[in-house]
DNA sequence: TCTCATTCGCGAGCACCGCTCTCTTCTCCC
DNA sequence: GGGAGAAGAGAGCGGTGCTCGCGAATGAGA
């Protein structure tokens, strides 16, 4: 699936954009991208669940089987929209956050928050597809992990950069961690830059889940009853919370 | 629906246990606890999105159209199915939690935290059902609000007995809200006990967002390589989480 | 330039799904 | 006991994912 030999498998000439060298592989790496982008429109407007291949096929004026000559399945086909959403989320916070000024955490940190709930709300079957209940039979592949890991790539470098200044996680979220709640941090331990404490990892975690949970619940209707529904009321829960995730992160 | 004139509905024959009167009743109340129990049971199985009518009619040895004199659609047996989840969860973390003394907020705040995990845990397919994404065109029917909000209530009477006794949340948490986070707290702040101030409703909420993240994190996978899988790992970072929640409310 | 393996599109088909309709049988109430 | 209504069965409609075999188009090597 992922060897590189020189022979590059038809599936990967789509995602590869170097190189399609005959026409048959270029107008193949076409259509391919024209069913992505009908599974993407689909998906968007009737959610995971009604993404049909038989559907996109009629769509593209062909046979509902020719449609496997491109995409192994209907799981093959959501793996690559998942990736795709995980790249678009990703992208969205990376240039909101880079508008902020470098050294300017607490906007850097509001930046990512916001951009996380503005993608959701602008693309709610696509969070509900990377954040929501995962399909039954479905594991994610490898090949999902580092778009997976995009965003929270950011709030852990804004972690770091507060530590590199000297600016830890406050008191505020109590002291040490039990020796095996560090243990437990130990994967993601290994793979940070030392300057990250165990604490911060673990306020840096619990924001983290903190902002995933407030998005889906306002996304999964969760709120109704709860916080107001009047422009503005929304936003302005979220903007509370996102100052108080800053406060127990240090960076206030 | 939930009208309570004489005559009962059929439907609502099930529901009541007082008085299926006729021996007609009385089987139709049974072979529809036959088919809620097959839902069930595929449910924690299979998942909601394998959850198919036909099959259950299969394994009760009835024809498929015949179910469909007890259950009017899929969308109704999963509504139920939603209710029964919620309600086995709210019971679950009530009895958890009565078993603490009733000053004892802290265990009281631990016991649902940990009621709620451990649920979810355990029957990972209804905990997706009812807090992952929704399915597509479903929205729920009024009938779920009711269940939905047990364990939201525990945590608001703890919140409550705080209040009352003078425990209010720390400043760690950042004192006073903005006027539109406030307002925007209105529909929540007008069915409680008014002990409960704004603020503290606030952390109660970005707490309950933080306990629903977390679970659903774990559960859905999102934790590989971040923390590890010894046995203990997750339950000790659970019980940091916990911990770190509590304070965060102010009864630490 | 010709040839032959590969690729591609198509249609039929299988097994499954939700749901509806009709027809018959059974049961309970008056 | 008879009639109304509930229950069950079966066929059927339109939909799904996916497979298979066929013929046509294509491109690389002789």
Redesign the interface.
């Known amino acids: 699936m992922s060897t590189r030999v020189p022979a590059a498998g038809p599936a990967d000439a789509a995602a590869v954009p170097s190189a399609p060298r005959t026409a048959r592989d270029r107008v193949r790496a076409e259509i391919t991208s024209e069913i992505l982008d009908a599974g993407r429109r689909h998906l968007a407007t009737?959610?995971?669940?009604?993404l049909s291949l038989r559907a996109i096929a009629r769509e593209l004026g062909m046979a509902s089987s020719a449609v496997y000559r491109y995409v192994a399945s209907r799981d093959e086909l959501l793996t690559r929209l998942i990736i795709d959403a995980y790249d678009s989320l990703g992208a969205a916070a990376e240039s909101r956050q880079a508008a902020a000024g470098r050294s300017d955490l607490p906007g850097r940190f509001s930046a990512v928050c916001r951009a996380v709930r503005d993608w959701a709300l602008a693309n709610p079957?696509e969070y509900?597809?990377i954040?929501?209940?995962?399909?039954?039979?479905y594991v994610?592949p490898a090949d999902t992990?580092g778009p997976?890991s995009r965003v929270s790539d950011l709030l852990v470098q804004i972690l770091a950069d507060a530590a590199a200044r000297g600016i830890g996680v406050r008191a505020?979220?109590?002291g040490e961690?039990?020796q095996?709640?560090r243990?437990?941090?130990?994967?993601?331990l290994a793979?940070l830059p030392p300057e990250v404490t165990d604490t911060a990892i673990?306020?840096g975690?619990?924001v983290?889940?903190?902002?995933?949970?407030?998005v889906?619940?306002e996304l999964?209707?969760?709120f109704?009853?709860?916080?107001?529904e009047?422009p503005?009321?929304?936003?302005?829960?979220f903007?509370?919370?996102v100052?108080?995730?800053a406060?127990?992160l240090g960076i206030?």
């Open positions: 009737d959610g995971a669940a009604a079957n509900a597809l954040y929501g209940s995962p399909v039954p039979g994610a992990i997976a505020a979220t109590r961690l039990s095996a709640g243990a437990a941090l130990a994967p993601v793979v673990q306020a975690l619990m983290w889940a903190g902002l995933l949970g407030t889906s619940l999964f209707g969760q109704q009853n709860v916080i107001g009047k503005g009321d929304r936003d302005a829960y903007a509370e919370c100052s108080r995730w406060a127990q206030g």
